[in-house]
């Protein structure tokens, strides 16, 4: 497993409760990319019916027996997820696309306008609707990952923290033979590709092109509060700006409560590469668009903000399973936005094949040869 | 000078302490329009601080060291101010600095309650935003009466009151004699000064010394005022427990050995109502390193950032002068804050100011070796004691990130045990965080000192800020 991330930890986790010897490598510490940088989210919401959303509900499953597995210390909370509408027509557009969610096994509860404050007592006056999903959740994802890497621990995968993998090993039918790091060669006949944003750097090591690049995100974090936000709340618009394939910014207020006080600000969208630069437009239209949600917030005071590269495949789809182009290499990255939440379906697909045994979710749509090089 | 939020100006100086001061006072010289920014509402910063006005103190130049270089200093800033080429601003708090194509705007809160929201523009910037203390935690840190060393003299020097009667000073570094003899100066009884090392290293070097003779005369008057009281630093030793329940009542004391490990069997417990506590200084950088300027560790572990001999960093048009470039104190900052205002106006220093500057430069390094926590100090920590106190996080749950969870550096251990989220963002926890993060066969511990990684803490914003103002956005925007 390369990558020690959430979705590394948690192919490191099912390959060995399926008995497999797994060793888990990264170049930096554990949680040390975009899951340290995540907010957690468990959500089945903001997906439209299809490979993605299925992948979600067997996570949405999985996450609540690891939650147990874990214990208290992944702070996993099943608090669901209240997402809202400012007009009546934004609120139809809730009612159709969670009529179709609806079909593929999601739970949705239409809100009245005047019955949002039951759910959220500080949400703002005038908003037209919104829509309830009590299957959404979240984990704090450098504890869920680190938690979930113990367990891995436990049932003998081994740990590597701060060696980069330098080149993946081929043998002369060009089946995958292991990695090398600076240190070290890891000899095995499997090597699961689980670098997130990184992924496409590590696809190139082993010869195959997989088009993963960071969109970035902020996220503001404030001074802890009382819980004055219960569940993940959004508006309307964070389930287009998600979907959609634009550069350009786009952020949609996302607003949500943490067990240790802070409430999380988000969620930007933007392809500008790895650039770090903190960018005050962003920062404006966040705390902006999180103020017209929650007006107590106005009064609140932000201590700081992070920010991270989500791991982004052109259709949104992650890559997922044995690339048919290198035996023995397989691909588990490109989750962009939904690592945290996909991690478990992604760890047990990928450790049934290894294992293998078929799938129970078929793997065609995450075909991680589906992108033609460019000229 | 106009004041509008629509003024450009040559250069923004940020912090109003010495190397500030005179970075600006010496721009302005130079023909240089600037305006120097201060969270606080007087020039001097931290070290030539004022009493709070109102309290009538007739004499503040008796608790500071080198007050007629002060006074000199704010006496051109006057001049300038009234012939409009400096403005001095008293109560922003800049929380963060943003490159622009013509250079920085400076965005910055103002005003009691941070009510309001600035932002200044400018070609170049240079950062003089000094030094925050070294923390180290021991049991019982948190009870009421333990104090930082510079708390205390802060204290002493705005509010002119003491900590306590009976006051253990302990911890390393020059500070602590300058403390202590303060506060005796001031009537407070001191017990014991407790002082880790050795001052062994000074003797070694005694050509960087000698160098710099106002050093062994500022040392000497501290040392006359400490004997004129019978106190007599206690070497090689530390306070590894302060004792209380709703304040401290007393201290153990013991000796450390060359590591500053506590050696068994050596306690001794001593009577006080406070304790002044510290390890010295750590530079405040993050409005710098947020912009990726490259930084080096100091001697002492801290770090710092890097600058060339024109006090230029490595983000094109911001300069720093004084203690962000490794803590040395006013004399030093002083003469890089002239460096600096030179090399930005284009002009050429006097080869004596560079001399200078190279002498307390190398001092400071001495200094920064000699009080070096050594990594033994971690042994006089117990399981339950908090090493965050703002998140109250205890050794055993550090400890654990690191052993059980796999996290080898502060920021992993940070994620996973919440040590550095809280109000100070990791100011006070941060060295013995990232102390214990280096477990063993990390690289990190491979270093030897008990300071933990080398690398910056990144904190994105300089201070708190109020959600309005970044929903606001730029004043004039």
Known sequence: ????????????????????????????????????????????????????????????????????????EAEYEPKGGLVVAATEAGQDALRT?????????????????????????????????????????????????????????????????????????RGPDGA??????????????????????????????????????????????????????????????????????SAALQTSAVVEGTPGGPVLIGASRERVGFDRTMSQEVLRRLAGQAAALFPVLEDVTVMRFYRGFRPYLPDHLPAIGEDPRVPGLYHACGHEGAGIGLAPATGLLISEQLAGKRPELDLAPFRPDRFREAA | MPTSPYEFLDLVVIGAGPGGLAGAVTAADLGKRCVLLDGGHSTGGQYYRHPAPGL?????????????????????????????????????????????????????????????????RARAVLLATGAYERQLPFPGWTLPGVVTAGGAQAMLKSGLVLPGQRIVVAGSGPLLLAAASSLVTAGARVPAVVEATGYLAYARRPHVVAAVPAKLVEGAGHGTALLRHRVRPRLRSAVVEAHGTDRVTGVTVARLDA???????????????????????????????????????????????????????????????GETNGVGGADLAIAEGELAAHDLAGAEPKRSLRRRRARLRAFADLMAAAHRPGPGWTGWLRPDTDVCRCEEVPVAKVREAVEELGAGDPRTVKLLTRAGMGWCQGRMCGPAVACLSAGSGSAASESGAGVGAAGPDRRPFGCPVPLSQLAAGEPDA
């Not at chain 1, 899951?35 to 979600?56: C, F, R, Y």
């Not at chain 1, 959220?120 to 890497?149: I, N, T």
């Not at chain 1, 750097?201 to 996220?219: D, Q, S, W």
Request: glycine share 12%; charged share 20%.
């Open chain 1, 176 to 245: 995958v033979r292991g990695v090398r790091t600076a240190h070290r060669e890891l000899l095995a006949p499997a090597v699961v590709n689980a670098a997130g944003t990184w992924g496409g750097e590590l696809a190139a090591l082993a010869g195959v092109h997989l088009p993963v690049l960071p969109r970035r995100g902020f996220v503001l974090v404030t001074e802890p509060l009382p819980r004055i936000v219960r569940h993940k709340v959004y508006a309307a618009d964070y389930v287009a700006d998600v979907a959609s394939g």
């Open chain 2, 56 to 120: 009538g103190a007739a004499r503040p130049d008796r608790l500071h060291h080198g007050w007629s270089v002060y006074t000199g200093l704010a006496e051109r800033l006057a001049e300038h101010e009234r012939a409009g080429r400096v403005e001095f601003r008293g109560g922003h708090h800049v929380w963060a600095l943003e490159r622009t194509d013509e250079g920085f705007t400076v965005h910055a809160t103002r005003g009691p309650d941070a009510g309001d929201r600035v932002a200044v």
């Open chain 2, 259 to 321: 590591d500053w490990r506590p050696k068994p069997g050596t306690e001794r417990r001593i009577d006080c109502d406070a304790i002044a506590v510290g390890h010295g200084l750590l530079p405040q950088i993050d409005l710098a390193t947020e912009l990726g300027a490259d930084t080096l560790a100091g001697p002492d572990g801290a770090v710092a950032l890097a600058v060339d001999a024109g006090m230029r960093t490595s983000v094109p048009g911001l300069w720093s002068a």
């Open chain 1, 97 to 169: 696309f969670a009529a179709e969610q609806g079909h593929a096994g999601v739970t949705a509860e239409e809100v009245p306008g005047e019955r949002l404050r039951e759910l959220e007592p500080h949400l703002a006056p005038g908003l037209a609707g919104g829509f309830h999903y009590p299957q959404d959740a979240q984990v704090q994802p450098a504890l869920a990952a680190a938690h979930l890497l113990r367990e891995a621990r436990r049932l003998g995968a081994v740990l590597i923290t701060g060696e980069a993998v330098t080149s993946v090993e």
């Open chain 1, 1 to 72: 497993m390369v990558g020690a991330g959430v979705v590394g930890a948690a192919c490191a986790y099912y390959a060995a409760r399926a008995g497999l010897a797994v060793a888990v490598v990264d170049r930096g510490p554990v949680s040390g990319g975009t899951t340290g940088a995540g907010e957690g989210n468990l959500l089945v919401s903001d997906k439209e019916p299809g490979p993605e959303l299925d992948l979600a509900l067997l996570s949405t499953r999985l996450w609540r027996d690891l939650a147990e597995q874990l214990g208290p």
